[in-house]
DNA sequence: ATAGTATATCAATATAATTTGATATAGTTG
DNA sequence: CAACTATATCAAATTATATTGATATACTAT
């Protein structure tokens, strides 16, 4: 593995992956990625999952929006949010290597 | 991927999962990994590399021992820290997915 | 034994993240 | 257009985490 050195690039590189595990290191936020992963949702649905005021589940959807690891999409008033395929399957393969690990 | 539902069980794993996740999006904690992934380094050395005060990094290093991402082995005077490699095969590759994703 | 070195722990502070409450925005329906 | 619904945003409060400063522990050497 590379490693995170003094460098300017690599600096980037540190905290831009810092800000991906933090975005996934959040009970609710994981919670709402397994829930995705059986498909498509709009945002009603995964409150009602979460059990959750809405204005803090549209905030951990934001987070997750912003570091790519969820996409969303509008039809008429609902927003439907879906896992971003792109390179997510890495991630899961993560996720079952940390679930099969306890 | 198996969904945190609302058993016991899952909600263990998922907080167990929150905790390692946690351990991992530092970026003081990242930089100790991949500094030990070049081999075996006792608590000095770690030191020198970050430059942050010795009880800083100490703490640091009891957060990644907890989750069994590294180990330690006492030396005399000196503590030697290193990656455990039981299973944290997964955990490189992951991060090398996250290095090359930007 | 005494002094010195490396590491760990503890309490206090600073900083960052999550949560709550109130409100705004955008689309829909009558 | 007025009332309604779904979602997002903002500021304030709460809670968690990182950092600092002081001190303890464990080992070494003289």
Redesign the pocket.
């Known amino acids: 593995m590379k490693c995170f050195c003094k460098t300017n690039q690599s600096t980037k590189q540190l905290s831009e992956t810092v800000?991906f595990l933090?975005?996934v290191?959040?009970?609710?936020?994981l919670k709402i990625i397994c829930f995705l992963n059986k498909g498509e949702k709009?945002?009603?649905?995964?409150?009602e999952f979460l059990e959750?005021?809405?204005?803090?589940?549209?905030?951990?959807?934001?987070?997750l929006?912003n570091q790519n690891i969820l996409i969303?999409r509008?039809?008429?008033?609902?927003?439907?949010?879906s896992i971003n395929q792109k390179n997510i399957s890495n991630i899961i393969n993560f996720f079952n290597f940390l679930i099969l690990k306890s």
């Open positions: 800000l933090k975005a290191s959040d009970e609710n936020r709009c945002v009603c649905e995964i409150v959750l005021p809405q204005n803090l589940v549209s905030h951990h959807l934001k987070i929006r969303s509008k039809n008429g008033l609902n927003v439907f949010y």
